[in-house]
């Protein structure tokens, strides 16, 4: 089945610095890519959106800046938290369509959690 | 804003209990998806439902698309300690945009 490979799954860094998460399609090409935030015991939150070759569209209430996504090819989206503080500890999950024609759903990437300290 | 409320919000049970939970929403949606997700990993899809009305199983699974489509439910039978995490239901907006919309999630714990 369509698996999306998700690096790292957990990550602790110290508050100011970047991080870089990666999300990789196995087998199969991810046109868009979903990124979502899931804060404790709380449900998950869509962030942005990515398009292979174009910008990626934010939520309201999400910085630009401050969440920097790449989606330079096609098996290949990246979420990079800039100068991260305590506040953006969270747990984040990439996610994307299945490929045409392996029926409707979505695959998600198994999440990374971020920690700042 | 749209919501998609679960209920309930937890709830612990006996190994071999029954389960259920429901999702309801404040608008109206055409797919009802549920997932399952453990800790610290990302979710699981368990059932899809497309038409409403419909009931569709996955083993010892059950989910049913609401006729008003503004809410579904998912039954869990004889439930065993693996069944331990969180339930989502999720949805694409009927607005138009792609990506899923999550409920607030139902967290069962099974007792052994």
């Known amino acids: 089945g369509a698996v999306v490979s998700q690096h790292p799954s957990w990550v602790i860094c110290k508050s100011g610095t970047s991080v870089k998460i990666e999300c990789r399609s196995l087998?199969?090409?991810?046109?868009?890519m979903f990124w979502y935030r899931q804060f404790p015991k709380q449900s998950l939150m869509l962030m942005a959106t990515?398009?292979?070759?174009?910008?990626?569209?934010?939520e309201q209430g999400v910085e630009k800046d401050k969440f920097l996504i790449n989606h330079a090819s096609l098996t290949l989206s990246t979420l990079t938290v800039t100068s991260a503080h305590p506040e953006d500890s969270s747990f984040y999950i990439c996610?994307?369509?299945?490929?045409?024609?392996?029926?409707?759903?979505?695959?998600f990437g198994s999440g990374t959690r971020l920690t700042v300290v | 804003g749209q919501q998609l409320n679960q209920s309930p919000q937890s709830m612990f049970i006996q190994e071999g209990e029954d389960v259920s939970m429901n999702c309801t929403s404040s608008?109206?949606?055409?797919?009802w998806l549920w997932y399952k997700q453990d800790p610290g990993e990302g979710p699981v899809l368990l059932i899809a439902?497309?038409?409403?009305?419909e009931l569709t199983s996955n083993g010892r699974l059950t989910a049913q698309f609401g006729i008003t489509r503004k809410d579904s439910f998912l039954n869990i039978s004889a439930s065993i300690p693996s069944d331990v995490g969180i339930y989502f239901c999720?949805?694409?907006?009927?607005?138009?945009?792609?990506?899923?919309?999550f409920g607030t999630g139902t967290r069962l714990t099974v007792i052994p």
């Open positions: 996610s994307t369509p299945f490929p045409a024609g392996s029926g409707y759903g979505y695959t």
């Open positions: 608008s109206i949606f055409n797919t």
């Open positions: 087998d199969f090409q991810a046109t868009t």
């Open positions: 439902l497309y038409k409403a009305g």
């Open positions: 999720a949805g694409p907006l009927p607005t138009g945009a792609n990506n899923l919309f």
């Open positions: 990515s398009n292979e070759g174009s910008k990626a569209t934010y």
